[in-house]
């Protein structure tokens, strides 16, 4: 067997040596590189947890046109609307708790309240310390105790501003949020209340737990 013959078969076996190790490298480099490309999941679609004190004022027409106060205190949780294994959650569910004076008369409300996602600016960023603005529209039902308004829908927006960093803590770290509110009392639809609050808000995101 010539020289080069020899080289030729000592080249082919490494060749089939370091073949397959290539493959599987640039196959792990294209995973890495598709993973690194993904683009950040958002965590404020819905909540895994949420709780919050809130106060405010805005003006009643029931029975007559008069400034109103309140203050309250809010709890959400998520709802699995879907089946499944596992069950795929969708929206954050709150029931809030509120005392308010309307016409010079004092009252309390309980009220049940869909937390749907509308716009976040700016989207989902690599810095989970960097704030964005969460708006949520919250269509809801409730009845307030107190000789006035009685059973009443609820159509409120709420404006957050969020960091993955705190929606990701265990820790007691509190976000801002503004809440707009109309009621509509069952009664009367086209009287009711409008009410501005403000407040904080504790919250972890979907599936973070509590651990």
Do not use: H
Not at 32 to 56: I, M
Not at 167 to 186: A, D, I
């Amino acid at each position: 067997m010539s020289c080069v013959a020899k080289w030729k078969k000592v080249y082919a076996r490494k060749l089939r040596l370091v073949l397959p190790l290539f493959l599987l490298f640039s196959s792990l480099q294209s995973a890495a590189q598709t993973a690194s490309s993904k683009p950040p999941e958002d965590l404020s679609n819905w909540l895994g947890l949420l709780e919050a004190v809130e106060a405010g004022g805005g003006w009643s027409t029931t029975p007559v046109l008069s400034p109103t106060a309140y203050g309250g205190v809010k709890l959400g949780l998520p709802v699995k609307l879907t089946p499944g294994n596992p069950p795929k959650t969708l929206y954050t569910f709150t029931l809030d708790l509120g005392y308010d004076r309307m016409a010079s008369r004092n009252g309390f409300s309980t009220e049940v309240s869909a937390m749907l996602p509308v716009y976040r600016f700016p989207g989902p960023q690599k810095d989970t310390s960097k704030n964005y603005l969460r708006i949520y529209a919250e269509p809801g039902a409730g009845y307030r105790a107190g000789g006035i308004l009685g059973g009443y829908a609820s159509a409120k927006v709420m404006m957050v501003l969020f960091s993955d960093l705190r929606l990701t803590s265990t820790q007691t770290k509190w976000s801002p949020f503004v809440e707009v509110q109309r009621r509509f009392p069952f009664s009367s639809p086209l009287q009711g209340d409008n009410r501005v609050a403000v407040g904080l808000m504790f919250a972890i995101c979907k599936e973070c737990g509590l651990d």
